[in-house]
């Protein structure tokens, strides 16, 4: 009994010891660098224009609409639409179409690439999705023609979508699709 | 005597382990068999048009389109030939479309394009290649 006793006051120091290190770090801690997320529009709440009566991340909306823009841009551009079939088709449980799995995979993909929290991104690593050897829906390794193609896409979708090229933050996100090249083309 | 036991025993487990199986494969169709479509459900189609196309016969597409029920956004890359648009389900019909848009716009050699079940499988990983989602289609192929 006395054993329990002691126990459960030695838990109780611990955590009152860790919950006042804790408070004394977060006063003194500075406010965190902003993301690139956050220049996108961060976690500001804005309605949905494509459900009406739900909100959604202002980061997260103008990641999807350049994603939505440029998966369109993609299934009609023959240099690489053949690796996108999926979107003419119906996939997965529930009501989801190809066109919207993609669009979410990809937009929870870079949201969480550029520093979103209150997302997750459940695909498969970028090597691994690109290998046809781990990755069987991938009809051959992408070449650096496939890469620049997705590219042009990207800013031509983008620019569909009202966001300029030459917009900084639009250029920060194209230097991480950059940066995903030798992970991507694997030939 | 002790034999009976095992062999009673091996029985019951077998039968409870068919059970269960059985019971994953019921639940597993359940949750995945495809849901009906809602107000905010889009499909993606396309057109291709099999002849070149100016910017203006473009732009003529696009607004034609666009007037479409159902039908929410457009694009058509006159270089390729090929229009894509997404549509609400519950409001339009693709193959409907394609056929009013060969009609209505002179294109007699458009048609729509569906991929096949071999294209489908060398396109981009939207669902999971997983053991999981192979064992949950062929699950769902069983139903």
């Not at chain 1, 804790?22 to 690139?36: E, G, Q």
């Not at chain 1, 929870?108 to 459940?122: L, M, P, R």
């Not at chain 2, 729509?112 to 999971?128: F, Q, W």
Request: glycine letters at 8%; charged letters at 15%; hydrophobic letters at 40%.
């Amino acid at each position: 009994m006395r054993k329990v006793k002691f126990l459960s006051l030695l838990i109780f120091i611990a955590a009152v010891f860790v919950s006042s290190y804790s408070c004394s770090k977060s006063k003194s801690s500075t406010p965190p660098k902003p993301t690139l997320y956050d220049s996108l529009g961060g976690t500001t709440m804005v309605s949905d224009p494509a459900h009406s009566g739900t909100m959604i991340e202002k980061g997260r909306l103008l990641i999807r609409s350049i994603i939505d823009s440029t998966i369109f841009v993609i299934a009609a551009d023959t240099a690489i639409n053949g690796h996108f079939t999926t979107l003419l088709s119906e996939v997965g449980s529930g009501n989801l179409s190809g066109f919207q799995a993609l669009s979410k995979n990809l937009t929870d993909f870079v949201a969480v690439g550029t520093g979103a929290k209150n997302y997750t991104y459940t695909g498969k690593s970028m090597t691994a999705a690109h290998d046809p050897a781990q990755n069987p829906r991938m009809n051959g390794k992408a070449d650096n023609g496939d890469f620049d193609a997705f590219e042009v896409d990207l800013v031509t979708g983008a620019g569909k979508a009202g966001v300029p090229s030459n917009t900084p933050a639009l250029m920060s996100v194209a230097k991480i699709v950059e940066s995903l090249r030798s992970q991507v083309v694997q030939q | 005597m002790k034999r009976r036991t095992i062999s009673k025993a091996l029985r019951w487990t077998f039968a409870v382990l068919a059970g269960l199986i059985l019971l994953l494969a019921i639940h597993i169709y359940i949750v995945t068999r495809p849901g009906t479509p809602d107000a905010s459900t889009r499909v993606m189609a396309r057109i291709d048009v099999h002849q070149p196309l100016t910017a203006a016969e473009s732009a003529g597409i696009t607004t034609w389109l666009y007037r479409q029920h159902g039908v929410d956004h457009v694009l058509c890359n006159p270089k390729t030939g090929i229009v894509v648009f997404t549509y609400s389900p519950l409001k339009g019909n693709a193959n409907d479309i394609a056929a009013s848009f060969k009609d209505q716009l002179h294109y007699p050699n458009s048609s729509r394009y569906i991929p096949t079940d071999k294209e489908l499988e060398g396109g981009c990983p939207v669902a999971s290649s997983s053991g999981m989602y192979k064992f949950i289609a062929s699950i769902k192929k069983l139903f």
